[in-house]
Each structure stands twice: as structure tokens, then as C-alpha cells.
């Protein structure tokens, strides 16, 4: 995947499912697999594609931000921006399967046949060949059955297992939430489009161990979580935001620095709660929730951003319940029949 990619309103480990007869094969993908993803494996193509198309219990998260309303004899659709951060308390969402990478040559169907088979058209498609199946594999990435063919002999190939493994999370998670984003940037630009805050933010991820996100919109920006579940909001604003903000806080009697801060664009703010009413009548902490912003952007438009650890927030979470540790420790309940685990 493109480090300039734009982000999307959402992203989060998912399972791979791999499908391979030879037992040392599989063995050795454990060695490269992506970090955060699960993976399921299958030596059986016919049990295999059973687990693919199982039926899902759970709509995706980005039908679910949608819900319908009548209006003068008219359907619309409401999109619930705050449905996204909801997400983190359902453990189930690393069982997403994301990506499905099959052999060629296998008994009962081979992976062409397979990959034609699987009913969500979001799936990813990894087809392993061997040098004489090539001609044929690229015939099935051109009429669209596969989105990337590997040939086993090749001297990387676990390596571009891996690789492909998460493009194919990525788009994965382009492909669900594209109506989502579509809606978004119907108000206006958006910070997810920006190449460089896509940029800023994987790198920012990749640094602090942050390996999920979701899109807030109090404040504006992302829910970022580590494997253990702990919590930072990156707050990302633009210009006028970064106004908002400042005759918020001058309006709700900030300092005289604090508010100066906020105008120069050179801080911005954590405000979730109401200065107003803050517990126990004591002086609200504006130095405790205005960080110093970094500026992202191109010249006509610029977006800043600071990370806040431990934010206030308002969603009721058990993070040892719910994130990818807990998934990890308990994966094996919902392993499906004729399954095995990838451990590395």
C-alpha cells in the first residue's frame, strides 16, 4: 500500500484466510505475517470456502453508520458519524475476513475456482501459482476473479505475501467505507483526503504501536488504539476550526494565553466537556487540554493536529474485554471447524 493513500474513516486488524495443502508452506507464512493480523488456514478448499461465505451476524460497520428516515413521503439517509467509535467495544471485529490467499493446485477446486466463488465482492484475492500457471493467473487478475497472483518459487514470496496481504486490508476497508466517505465530503474537504496527513498518520502509528483507528467528530480527528486497548485522540483541525476553538475558549473565560494560542493556530484543543460545569466547581485545566499542533497540508489549505494520550471520552469501554490482546487470547473459541491458527 502507498504511504499517500487517503486514509479511511476507519481501519483495524482484520483475519487473512490462507488455503494451502502443503503443511510446511503454511508453516512457514507464520514467520512473515503482518503485524496485528489474524489468520485462519485451511488444507481442505471445500471447508474453506464453507467459512468464507459463512453467513455474517453483524452488518458492516459502514451500513450500520446509515439509518433511514421518512421525509415528505421520501427516503433519506442519516449518516451517524459517532456509530464509528462505538466499534471498539465489539471483539468480533477482528474477525473480518479481509483477504484470502489460496494455491492454485488444489484438490477437489483449485484456487481459481475458489477465488470465483467467494460471495463478498470486498475479499481480497491472492492467487500462489507455480511457474506453469502463471499464463493462466494472469488471464484471472485481468478478467478480475484475482487481485494479485504470487509465484511460489520466487525468492520473496513470503515477503509479498505479506505485502499484499495488507494492501488488500486497506482496501478492504476502502471498498466498506467509501459511501461513508462519500457522504463526509459532502459538507467539504475532509483531513482523511489529505496525503499528507495520511502520511503523518501511518507514521504516527507506526511509532507509538497504534494499531487501530476511528473517526470522532468531538472533537474532530481520530480514536487511536494499541494492542492493549489503550486510548489517544489525534484532534485534527482546520483553520476554521482552530478559530471555533479559540472564541470558544475565550467565550468560556480561557486565559488570556491560552486563547492567544489557539488564534496563532499554534495549539489546539481537547474540549469535550463544558467549562462551564466542570466537576466539583474547581478552575477548568486549559493547560491540560490544549496541545501544541503540528501544521499538515499544502499551501491552500492546512489541517493541525495534536495527539492527546488517556482523552476524556464518552463511551462506556473494557479494553481487557475488547481489544486485539483479548482477541488473540480467546481466538481460538472462535476458530472455525477444519481451522488452524497461524502462530508465530
Sequence with gaps: MSTYDPLTPYNHPTT???????????????????????SVAFFDPVHALDYINRPQELRSLANRCFSAHEHSSRQL??????????????????????????????PAIDGLELCAQIHDPSVGKIL???????????????????????????PEASDQICEYALDMQNAYFRNQAEQVRRTLVLAGPIFLDDPNVAHWVRRLMLRKNFCEYYMVSKPPGLLLLNPAGAIAQLVVLS?????????????????????????????????????????????????????????????????????????????????????????????????????????I
Design 77 to 106: 439517509f442519516r449518516l451517524d458519524i459517532d456509530q464509528i467509535e462505538q466499534e471498539i467495544n465489539i471483539v468480533q471485529r477482528f474477525d473480518r475476513l479481509s483477504v484470502v490467499i489460496v494455491d492454485y493446485s488444489m
Design 16 to 38: 487473512a484466510c490462507f488455503i494451502d495443502d502443503n503443511e510446511s508452506f503454511m508453516a512457514g507464512l507464520a514467520l512473515v505475517m503482518p503485524p496485528h493480523m489474524n
Design 128 to 154: 500462489l501459482t507455480g511457474v506453469a500457471d502463471e499464463k493462466m493467473a494472469v488471464e484471472a487478475f485481468n478478467a478480475g476473479i484475482i487481485n494479485r497472483f504470487i509465484s511460489k518459487s520466487h
Design 239 to 343: 483553520g476554521n476550526q482552530c478559530d471555533e476553538q479559540a472564541n470558544y475558549a475565550e467565550l468560556h473565560g480561557a486565559p488570556p494565553s491560552i486563547v492567544q494560542r489557539l488564534r496563532k493556530r499554534s495549539h489546539v484543543g481537547f474540549f469535550l466537556d463544558d467549562p462551564a460545569s466542570y466537576v466539583g466547581g474547581e478552575d477548568y485545566p486549559w493547560d491540560e487540554f490544549v496541545k501544541r499542533a503540528t501544521r499538515l497540508g499544502e499551501d491552500n489549505h492546512h489541517w493541525y493536529a495534536a495527539l492527546f494520550n488517556s482523552p476524556p471520552h464518552n463511551i462506556d469501554y473494557a479494553p481487557e474485554n475488547v481489544c486485539l490482546n483479548a482477541w488473540n487470547a480467546q481466538r481460538n473459541e472462535f476458530r472455525p471447524p477444519k481451522a488452524s491458527v497461524l502462530e
